[in-house]
């Protein structure tokens, strides 16, 4: 597992940070039984979600993905009532983690949701969850769609040394290892004196803390709002469309005039399962035309968008390539999570992917949207997701009802759908 990889799995008790996807199809023309075994026989043929994770003994080196048969608790099936009801039951679940020491990945299963948006009939609502430490969102997006589709071609999963060939693997890299911490810190410091250049964008300025900076608890509540990409395409790509409108949205509903989003932007993928760096962007909240608004964020994306993929930040995001595993997991545990900063990189979080053409089909019934449910941290208790698929996009809100209430919520919804629909 690598380093970075790592420290998300050791991490996630104290910040949950799993990945939910959720796509939502028309009810099937066939018995849900049949859809239940055709997923079930996708994830069977696809090697890389057989796997489970397994430490090394006495913790000398970083965990191994390891070969796993198939299990029936893959897949959850919840019965709800109704959309609302099936609202709930995420916005509970949004707050757990899987045991990647069983499966990095747990399907869950809503059958006959009626209510639910983009269709009068009912729907079937499938949602994976996924460890943070196993993928990104897009590289959850990529295996969502080949577990729904069936398409992927048949794999083998990974198999791990024997514990006496993880420990001799161990033994091998520890004195290598000191050299190249040493290596990499001098290559990041020449990397942070070429990203101070003033040809390279720099970073935009933290911003203070406002209400929904603050720790959020353990309780979730979720939101969502589909929409037409069209809608958000007026002011030019759709993430600059969301972020102009959650900029106007969030700045009513807080009373405050300055404010930045923290965005995840792609970037080459490397031995990392996670091929993403977070930016802040400014919302610009302060101008008040929205086309004029809609420019200065797209301008400032753009900016930190070359900034992120510039080859000094893949140097500097090196620096603990080499670390010894017992280090790292040292310094983890005694990160000290209750220290507040005076300033955040953004004060919520929108992270946007698109999914694809919408020609996914599940029992004969065609998908009708998709979501997704950034996590919350110390410092965050509001986010965003922007999925799109086909020509839809849903728009996700993701909160705890210790920050913002119910009613809150509903309000906080409404100032963006305002801001959504009237421009």
Known sequence: MHPS?????????????????????????????????????????????????????????????????????????????DYESMLDVLSGLVGTRVDVRTSPWRLHLFPQVTGAPRGRRPALVVVLQMSHAFADGVRTSALARDLLSGTAPPTSPPRAPSPAGMLARAALRLPLSIPRVIADGRRAVAAEKQLSDPSVPQPTPGRPLVAVNTAPGPRRIVRMLVCDAAELRRLGTVTTGALTAIGAALSAFLGVDELSAEVPVAVAPGTSRNSYRNVGVDLHCGIADPAARAAAIAADLARQRTRARHPAMAVRARTDDHVPAPLLRFGTDRLDLSVVPPTVTGNTVVSSVHRGPADLVLGGGRVRFTSGFPGLSPVQALTHGVHGIGDTVTLSVTTSPDVVDVAGLARYVALLREAVTSR
């Open 5 to 81: 990889d790592a420290r998300r799995e050791w991490t996630g008790d104290r910040i949950p940070s799993d990945l939910f996807a959720l796509y939502c199809f028309d009810a099937p023309a066939v018995p849900f039984a049949e859809v239940l075994a055709e997923l079930r026989a996708h994830a069977r043929a696809m090697g890389e979600l057989q796997v489970r994770m397994v430490e090394v003994p006495g913790g000398l080196d970083y965990p191994y993905w390891t070969a796993r048969g198939p299990a029936d608790d893959d897949v959850a099936v919840h019965e709800v009532d």
